[in-house]
């Protein structure tokens, strides 16, 4: 079993800039991957890291302006946003996967976080 705690959201005008933390209860040899879900809306993937941290993939609507990345000696994996959009808010999730090159899928992580709440103000 893997806890996992999310950090570093809250309240930011459009434009501006939150880095969120995700930190492992473990170590566990896993991809991880930020998901997020807006009020109304259906959870969807964001960015997934693969173990070695080697490769990353992004949502279109993120491309660009997240910046995924991890450390496993901290057993922690980061979300940098820039450039952020009203539309980007939601609460984020990070997720555990032992799909270890990384997945957008969603059925494909086996730990989730509790969230952490961006809102994003014009």
């Known amino acids: 079993q893997v806890q996992l705690v999310e950090s570093g959201g809250g309240l930011v005008q459009a434009g501006g800039s939150l880095r969120l933390s995700c930190v492992a209860s473990r170590r566990s040899r896993s991809a991880m991957g930020w998901f997020r879900q807006a009020p109304g809306k259906e959870r969807e993937f964001v960015s997934t890291i693969s173990w070695t941290g080697l490769n990353t993939r992004y949502a279109d609507s993120v491309k660009g302006r997240f910046t995924i990345s991890r450390d496993n000696t901290k057993n922690t994996v980061y979300l940098q946003m820039n450039s952020l959009k009203p539309e980007d808010t939601a609460l984020y999730y990070c997720?555990?996967?032992?799909?270890?090159?990384?997945?957008?899928?969603?059925?494909?992580?086996?730990?989730w976080g509790q969230g952490t709440q961006v809102t994003v103000s014009s």
């Open positions: 997720a555990a996967s032992t799909v270890l090159a990384g997945t957008f899928i969603e059925y494909e992580y086996d730990y």
